[in-house]
């Protein structure tokens, strides 16, 4: 960090997620102004992972685009990536997040809230379609993607996309904010 100044690049151009990754970084640096350079990083997976492995390893590939493309030039590295799994109880949607930070030189992983999905939605996203598009047929919605998601549709926006990223980073920013704890 320079000068109250605190540079974020972010592996996505999704306004949802680069919102989220800014708020975070916020709530744990208020006094800092937060720069946020957004980019289209390719996950090297599915458009829709479909398994929680997936959904992590396109984090984290997003992650990795940015630090080579940029170098050191950011404290942070942000990448959010969205996946469903089925579990013994059912289908269910979450995202992965994975911060790099330049200063600490530390990786932290984080999972967000999972939001149950009904079968036929997960069906529907076995055949290939994805989740952001299945929604938007359900509920009669435009691009809930870069909206409030499944998320807030299915919670009647009680949670939102946004909602849940900024929690999970959050929760994640913690292995960075107390660094010396994580040794």
């Known amino acids: 960090m320079t000068n109250n100044k605190l540079n974020l690049i972010i592996g996505s151009k999704n306004p949802v997620k680069v919102n989220a990754a800014k708020a975070a970084l916020q709530s744990y640096f208020p006094q800092q102004d937060i720069n946020v350079v957004s980019v289209n990083a390719p996950s090297g997976v599915a458009e829709q992972p479909m398994t929680e492995a997936e959904t992590l390893l396109g984090a984290k590939n ?83 993607k870069q909206k409030s998601g499944a998320m807030g549709l299915f919670t009647n926006g009680l949670a939102t996309r946004q909602s849940t990223y900024e929690q999970a980073l959050i929760l994640a920013l913690a292995k960075i904010a107390n660094a010396n704890l994580y040794q």
């Open 62 to 144: 997003r992650v990795s685009h940015c630090q080579q493309e940029f170098g050191e030039t950011a404290d942070y590295y942000i990448a959010i990536e969205g996946g469903v799994d089925h579990y013994h109880y059912g289908p269910a949607a979450f995202a992965y997040v994975v911060i790099s930070s330049t200063d600490t030189n530390q990786e932290a992983i984080g999972l967000s809230a999972q939001l149950p999905l009904p079968e036929g939605v997960y069906q529907a996203l076995q055949q290939g379609e994805e989740l952001g598009d299945v929604i938007d047929k359900l509920f009669n919605t435009h691009n809930a």
